[in-house]
């Protein structure tokens, strides 16, 4: 209940100030020149290429969404009211971190006419549509969760976004720089790429694997938040 | 109602609080008083739980800080210093959300949003953004944030710091509204403030407490030290003028005073309270032919204490 008062003031917040408009716009206009461009060179009808690009845009959109959500607070001394509040930690945890996974679905949204104006062209398998939102999802949870984490580091949003965006963009890489590891390493680190997981979903294909790497990510990164937040006292 | 016992708070090496010991009573207005760093905020941070001490316990309205922070926080209303409210929020949505995070059921908001507009004279702003507000006036919505719960107790941090006067004023009269319902602790640097609106001061300096009594004794005990300041024209050494009037009757100690004007010396002398020593003193120097530049009688305040107890050194 607490945690929906927080969740409820922080989406607000997104939307009555300029911030949520001008990330979706960003959003919209790199996702449709990279998808639309290529698209009919191709002459296929499918979302493929859009969802390949999703996890490297969502890397550095999801932090920039998350960068203020406590190091303003921090910034400001608000943190501090927050904190004072008759609310538990892990209550202010979860407020923000479910507002962050709902800007997320919110960038979505738009992109939905994607799919439409696709199966306008030709026949649009949509399996691999409703698998695609539906990784879409998990991941912009599971980096809206490395972005709050990053966000308790530091009163800073510049560094918060980079720490965040590195993160994200590390999972998004790894699995294509497995050549640079030992061979012993290999199997790890491909398990720890998110791209590779978010692909198989949006392929259609439902692993549970898939979805508790993304959970544990999600997990991680919360429970990393409250860590950061505890070492503040 | 709040009992604190050997806190203790150490940022790194530095000890910002160390050990100490109060009893705080319902009702009670108590002002925490004491120079820039001598420990104020951080006690008050680890009253309403923002801070854990580093040893020491806390125990309010029988319950442990460690134990049952969420519900002694309800108990609670806490404004940290120059109010740091959400600045993008209109007045009213911020005493919205307020009320609707600490649980103050939907039928009630409304009525308790209009008792405090009234209190704090903030009906007429309800539609400005915080931000936009003054000094004065955003501090008074963070006094009607505070109050929203209707908590027991009321924990203001430097509530009047960077006010005009006649901000300051109001702001007092508000405090001291709630004070006749509530407990209220209000920490501040200004002595006059804590005169004016406490029934109890507590003087901390470098982390301990150096003095702790009603408002009233502490004045009573101002106004009982006798202490006379003294000027002479540079005639003979000083030594010879301690010697001399360190002999006479009702004299506890006498001590050089540096500065003053170019040509002079100046002593303060420490009288016992129960007679007055100025008359034997004015006789002895006549005896010896010195100049006397300067001899008056310090009123003693409130301040004269609360500079004496925070020295430096």
Request: hydrophobic share 45%; with cysteine; aromatic share 10%.
């Given at each position: 209940?607490r ?5 409820a003031?922080e989406?607000?917040d997104?939307f ?10 960003i ?7 990279f998808?639309?461009t290529?698209?009919?060179l191709?002459n ?5 290429d859009?969802?390949?690009?999703l ?5 550095f959109?999801?932090p920039a969404?998350?960068?203020r959500?406590f ?5 400001m ?6 904190e004072?509040?008759p609310?538990?930690?892990r209550d202010?945890?979860?407020g923000k ?10 960038l ?10 696709v ?10 549509i409703?698998g ?11 980096y809206?969760?490395?972005?709050l984490?990053?966000s308790?580091l ?5 560094i918060?976004?980079?720490v965040?965006a590195?993160?994200c963009?590390a999972?998004?890489l ?8 030992p ?13 590779a997981h978010?692909?198989n979903?949006?392929?259609g ?6 979805f508790?790497?993304f959970?544990s990510i999600?997990f ?7 860590l ?5 006292k | ?23 705080i009573?319902?009702?009670e207005v108590l002002g ?10 951080t ?6 739980g923002y801070?854990?001490?580093?040893s020491?316990s806390?125990?309010i309205?029988?319950r442990?800080?460690?134990e049952?922070l969420?519900?002694i926080k309800?108990t ?5 210093e120059?109010?740091p ?5 209109l007045v009213?949505d911020?005493?919205v959300y ?7 059921e939907?039928?009630?908001r409304?009525?308790r949003l209009?008792?405090l507009?009234?209190?704090c004279?903030i009906?007429d702003?309800?539609h ?5 507000l003054?000094?004065?006036?955003k501090q008074?919505?963070?006094i009607a944030?505070?109050m ?8 203001l941090d430097?509530?009047?710091a960077g ?5 300051i004023a109001?702001?007092?009269?508000i405090i001291r509204?709630i004070?006749?319902?509530k407990?209220?602790?209000l920490?501040?640097h200004i002595l006059?403030e804590?005169?004016?609106t406490?029934?109890?001061i507590m003087?901390?300096?470098r982390?301990?407490?150096v ?9 009573q ?7 006379i300041h003294?000027?002479f024209r540079?005639?003979?050494d000083?030594?010879e003028?301690?010697s001399l009037l360190?002999?006479?009757e009702?004299v506890?100690?006498i001590?050089?005073v ?8 100046h ?12 008359d034997?003193?004015y006789d002895?120097?006549r005896?010896t032919g010195w100049r006397?530049?300067?001899f008056?009688?310090e ?7 609360f500079?004496?107890?925070?020295r430096?050194?």
């Open positions: 209940m945690a929906f008062t927080v969740f003031k989406l607000r997104y009555v100030s300029p911030i949520a408009y001008i990330v979706i716009s959003f919209l206009l790199v996702t449709g020149w998808f639309f290529p698209f009919f191709f296929q009808a499918s979302l493929r859009f969802f390949a690009l996890p490297i845009v969502f890397s959109i999801v969404v998350t960068m959500l190091s303003e607070e921090f910034n001394g608000s943190y501090e009211i927050l004072t509040l609310v538990t930690t202010i945890i979860i971190f479910l507002a962050a996974a709902a800007l997320a679905a919110a979505l949204v738009p992109t939905l006419a994607y799919p439409l104006i199966s306008l062209l030709g026949d649009l398998d949509w399996g691999p409703a695609g939102y539906l990784g879409a999802l998990f991941l912009g949870a599971a809206g969760a490395i972005g984490f990053a308790s530091t009163k800073n949003q510049i918060a976004f980079i965040g590195v993160l963009f999972l998004t790894i699995d294509k720089m497995l050549f640079f590891f061979p012993q390493a290999v199997s790890v680190l491909s398990y720890l790429g998110a791209d978010f692909q979903i949006s392929r294909i439902i692993d549970s694997r898939d508790l790497y959970l999600i991680l990164g919360l429970y990393g938040t409250s950061a937040l505890e070492n503040r | 109602m709040i009992h604190a016992e050997g806190l203790t708070k150490d940022y790194g090496n530095l000890r910002a609080v160390d050990g100490i010991t109060f009893d009573s319902r009702g925490l008083l004491g120079p820039n760093g001598a420990g104020k905020t006690t008050l941070r680890m009253i309403t801070l854990a001490p580093t020491g806390i125990r309205g029988g442990s800080i460690q049952d969420l519900e309800k609670m209303g806490y404004l940290p120059s109010a409210l959400y600045k993008d929020m009213y911020y005493l307020a009320a609707e995070i600490r649980g103050l939907k039928e009630r409304m009525e209009k008792e507009a009234g209190l004279g009906g702003i309800m400005r953004t915080v931000g936009e003054s000094r004065g006036l008074r919505v963070g944030y505070a929203i719960s209707d908590p027991e107790i009321l924990i430097e509530p009047t006010l005009d006067p006649n901000q109001e702001i007092r009269e509204e004070g006749k319902k407990t209220v602790i920490s501040t006059s804590a005169e004016a406490c029934d109890r003087i901390i300096d982390g301990r407490i003095a702790d009594d009603a408002t009233d004794a502490l004045k005990s101002a106004a009982g030290r006798v202490v003294l000027g540079e005639t003979g000083a030594d003028v301690i360190g002999t006479v009702g506890e100690k001590e050089r540096d500065g003053g004007e170019p040509g002079t010396s002593f303060r002398l420490y009288g016992d309270p129960a007679s007055d020593v100025r034997r003193v002895k120097i005896e006397l530049t300067e008056y009688r009123k003693r305040t409130l301040e004269a204490i500079r004496e107890l925070t430096e050194g």
